[in-house]
């Protein structure tokens, strides 16, 4: 009885030893042939979880397979139906008509240009022996072994469609030009500024809230004209201290007024400390990055390959937009101090085994954070004098 007990712990040992060694195997393989965490990040994943129960309108809860798909494929039908009405009686159009353009044949593509697309081609994108693309499969409309029905999408941009973000874009690109804003805006030097564009996500400045109140209520009435509709969940207003905020109403909604904002992916605030919500959230999502590769950096792979991921993962979480940062000493100093903690934890030590920071980088390797966020700030310097004084005022930053 004894030496069974024995037995069956040295079986569970050495099966314990084996799976974290075939584990860490995959992983340093993954990391030697791929450039992004995506595919090793997937390869440690356990799987995708089962959606089993779903709770009805009426209140139900409904777990057989054919009513969990007839629910999703309600919730979804009626997500993507148009709710806009047809538009019978059309204004006339102030703008001028589109003229076609012709332009030059297009020549071949050189023994450059097709070595830098290999350059740029994903790993594990190679077809099997059927030749059959995995970008083929997914367009699909109808796939194998699936049960699922086909919903017609009369709203919002189609996941994966080429053409559709780009009429996204121009059918915004349309509203704009039915707005007369002249005399709207910020002023710089003679020179309006009244919004700001990335696809769909809309700054608009204005010097008072009357005047941000009208334009507001310009670009929703032409947004409607052709079937777009506001975020008004999304929609925020901020001001600085020169401005006393009031309340704005756009038809029956009245917008929030809030100290801070999240604009492509940056923390926006206004005044003197404006940077440190965003140094802050940068730290978090950096822990957060570093968390999920945790398995990653305490395995036994070589040193170099968990410098790659750290350089290639984390890294560019935490000095993600650093280009528009002011930076200040504490700045600078609590994204050092973050980094230490994460190359302690990489190395397996505390702040009890009292190593010093020059033998914890010597160990470790990894690029320092403020090397590469003033690398990054003294990059969109030197791109910004080009643009604008080519080749005049070619700066360089001393890092």
Same mark, same amino acid.
């Given at each position: 009885m004894i030496d069974s007990v024995k037995l069956n712990r040295q079986i569970s040992k050495t099966l314990t030893r084996d799976l974290r060694q075939f584990n860490t195997n995959r992983i340093k393989e993954a990391i030697e042939r791929n450039k992004g965490s995506k595919v090793f990040a997937r390869d440690l994943s356990i799987g995708q979880s089962q959606l089993t129960k779903l709770k009805t309108d009426d209140g139900r809860v409904v777990s057989s397979r054919p009513q969990l798909l007839r629910e999703v494929e309600k919730f979804y039908g009626q997500l993507y139906t148009s709710t806009r009405k047809s538009v019978?009686?059309?204004?006339?159009?102030?703008?001028?008509r589109l003229t076609r353009h012709y332009t030059e044949d297009i020549p071949d593509a050189s023994l450059c240009e097709i070595s830098?697309?290999?350059?740029?081609?994903?790993?594990? *994108?190679?077809?099997?022996?059927?030749?059959?693309? $995995?970008?083929?499969?997914?367009?699909?409309?109808?796939?194998?072994?699936?049960?699922? *029905?086909?919903?017609?999408?009369?709203? $919002?941009?189609?996941?994966?469609?080429?053409?559709?973000?780009?009429?996204l874009t121009a059918a915004l690109e349309d509203v704009f030009k039915l707005l007369d804003w002249k005399g709207f805006g910020i002023n710089i030097n003679g020179e309006y500024i009244s919004h700001l564009r990335f696809a769909d996500d809309i700054v608009v400045m204005a010097e008072t809230m009357e005047d941000l109140n009208t334009m507001l209520d310009d670009l929703g009435k032409a947004s409607e004209r052709v079937g777009f509709k506001?975020?008004?969940?999304?929609?925020?207003?901020?001001? #600085?201290?020169?401005?006393?905020?009031?309340?704005?109403?756009?038809?029956?909604?009245?917008?929030?007024?809030?100290?801070d904002y999240i604009y492509l992916g940056q923390t926006i605030q206004l005044g003197k400390s404006n940077f440190e919500k965003e140094v802050n959230r940068r730290i978090q999502l950096g822990w957060a990055a570093f968390g999920k590769l945790r398995k990653i950096f305490s395995s036994h792979i070589p040193q170099c390959l968990k410098i790659k991921v750290f350089d290639q993962c984390v890294l560019p979480v935490m000095t993600y937009s650093s280009e528009t940062w002011s930076f200040t000493m504490g700045l600078i100093r609590r994204l050092k101090v973050t980094q230490r903690a994460m190359e302690r934890?990489?190395?397996?030590?505390?702040?009890?085994?009292?190593?010093?920071?020059?033998?914890?980088?010597?160990?470790?390797?990894?690029?320092?954070?403020?090397?590469? $966020?003033?690398?990054?700030? $003294? *990059?969109?310097?030197?791109?910004?004098?080009?643009? #604008?004084?080519?080749?005049?005022?070619?700066?360089?930053?001393?890092?």
């Open positions: 019978t009686n059309l204004e006339k159009d102030p703008r001028t830098m697309a290999l350059k740029q081609l994903k790993n594990n *994108k190679a077809t099997g022996n059927d030749e059959i693309k $995995a970008e083929t499969t997914s367009s699909l409309p109808n796939k194998p072994d699936s049960n699922s *029905k086909p919903i017609q999408l009369q709203r $919002a941009v189609r996941q994966g469609d080429v053409i559709s973000p780009k009429l506001m975020n008004m969940d999304k929609t925020k207003i901020m001001s #600085n201290i020169h401005v006393v905020p009031t309340p704005i109403k756009i038809g029956e909604f009245t917008l929030e007024v809030v100290d934890s990489m190395l397996g030590v505390s702040l009890r085994d009292r190593i010093r920071n020059e033998e914890i980088r010597r160990r470790t390797k990894v690029t320092d954070v403020k090397t590469d $966020a003033l690398h990054k700030l $003294a *990059k969109s310097k030197v791109s910004v004098d080009f643009t #604008n004084n080519f080749p005049k005022q070619v700066r360089t930053v001393s890092l």
